[in-house]
């Protein structure tokens, strides 16, 4: 945008010269998630138990073993669809993480401490319980239908942008994540886990604690409360053909109306997928540069 690639009303706005009036910046679009149902077990089952970051992170240093020698810690993923989903048979819409706790009165997670976890979690079972093994699942939105937009603040390239990501927005999002939510609940609660005692952390929010625990309205609260994103963000670059006047890029990821330019990153993503963005990266990069290197080989360079 701050070259003159963009909305032109925009560009305008900022006495930038309009080179192509494009959507730039539209169609943001993430991930997001509820990070705070959080589980007690009564057994040692997991990689944790009353270590400090730095001791585990010396186990990995040492051994290679621990919980990060996991990608992201992330023990077990699973991608699942719940009952009102109206996509494809063959598409989730909701994806569950588990991953390891290990909040104690003495020991808060590195990890946590960025979630805002220790304040939210004065009082619970989760802190109030050392020696107890935990858990968490993280149930995500894998095709949120919310949508957000990356606007300039100013021409000065050392300003940074203006992020409206309007998560949530769409309500269907909220339905889909409560229904994530009581599905990671019912699989905790589950036959499978009853062995190990696991038990969900009763401790409300307190900015929802007015409503009744485990109720839809009470979920509709935390979410707005605490709900995260998972920083898959996407769209804003969107690959479509040149009749769609929302696209900015076309499938052979060149800038519409710019001669020998191209984007290749996640902002060519014209929907959410539904898994993670990094491995999809990867191939986004390795087709462009096929493409690149064909685009030039017809020019007869090799």
């Not at 539209?26 to 509820?34: E, G, P, R, V």
């Not at 290990?102 to 004065?122: A, K, R, S």
């Amino acid at each position: 945008m701050l070259s003159g690639i963009g909305p032109k009303q925009h560009l305008e706005t900022f006495n930038i010269p309009v080179i192509q009036s494009l959507d730039v910046g539209y169609n943001l679009h993430d991930h997001c998630s509820y990070t705070e149902l959080n589980f007690c077990l009564n057994q040692t089952v997991t990689m944790v138990r009353n270590k400090s970051t730095a001791d585990l992170f010396d186990e990995y240093i040492t051994n290679h073993t621990g919980p990060f020698s996991i990608p992201a810690r992330f023990e077990s993923i699973a991608f699942l669809k719940t009952p009102h989903s109206d996509l494809p048979a063959e598409q989730p819409d909701i994806e569950i993480l588990l991953v390891s706790t290990y909040l104690n009165g003495e020991n808060h997670d590195v990890g946590f401490q960025l979630l805002g976890l220790p304040q939210i979690l004065n009082g619970s079972i989760v802190i109030n319980f050392p020696g107890h093994d935990k858990f968490s699942l993280f149930p995500i939105i894998m095709r949120p239908k919310s949508r957000g937009r990356i606007s300039l603040k100013s021409s000065n390239p050392f300003v940074d942008p203006l992020m409206e990501p309007n998560y949530l927005s769409n309500q269907y999002d909220i339905s889909t994540l409560i229904d994530g939510m009581k599905i990671a609940i019912q699989l905790a609660e589950s036959q499978n886990f009853a062995e190990y005692g696991a038990t969900l952390d009763p401790t409300p929010l307190p900015a929802c604690d007015h409503l009744p625990f485990r109720s839809d309205q009470y979920w509709r609260c935390a979410i707005r409360v605490m709900g995260k994103n998972i920083h898959h963000q996407a769209g804003t670059c969107k690959m479509g053909p040149a009749s769609d006047s929302t696209a900015v890029v076309n499938p052979e990821l060149q800038v519409h109306g710019i001669r020998n330019m191209r984007v290749v990153d996640t902002s060519i993503m014209p929907i959410p997928i539904a898994g993670h963005t990094n491995g999809v990266t990867f191939m986004i990069a390795e087709k462009a540069a096929d493409m690149v290197k064909r685009h030039w080989a017809r020019r007869g360079f090799k």
